[in-house]
Nanobody, 128 residues
């Protein structure tokens, strides 16, 4: 079993930046796809970004393309989400997730059912 712990959330003004981190412990996460999802109040959870083991394939939701960057450091068991040009609509609880597989196509990355382990979430609030 793997445990995922997110950090780096907080309150930021529109146009600002934050970097989220997700550190895994327990079973190694180095072989699996990792992703970020978010859930705003009153809304369903939605895909944000994901990355394959090597980092060679990444996928992003259209709403964050060009603003967010996902990366990973397998030696540190950590995945990151760099968020720039933040908007009030980015306000949500952000969750780190580990997929059950080593590879997903970009199309499949957005499907939460492929992800079997989840963190507790970290709040990101963007003020206007």
């Amino acid at each position: 079993q793997v445990q995922l712990v997110e950090s780096g959330g907080g309150l930021v003004q529109a146009g600002g930046s934050l970097r989220l981190s997700c550190t895994a412990s327990g079973r190694t996460f180095g072989s699996d796809v990792m992703g970020w999802f978010r859930q705003a109040p009153g809304k369903e959870r939605e895909f944000v970004a994901a990355i394959t083991r090597s980092g060679g394939t990444t996928g992003y939701a259209d709403s964050v393309k060009g603003r967010f960057t996902i990366s990973r450091d397998n030696a540190k068991n950590t995945v990151y989400l760099q968020m720039n040009s933040l908007k009030p609509e980015d306000t949500a609880v952000y969750y780190c997730a580990k997929a059950r597989t080593m590879f997903l196509t970009k199309e499949a990355m957005g499907d939460a059912s492929f992800f079997g382990s989840w963190g507790q979430g970290t709040q990101v609030t963007v003020s206007s």
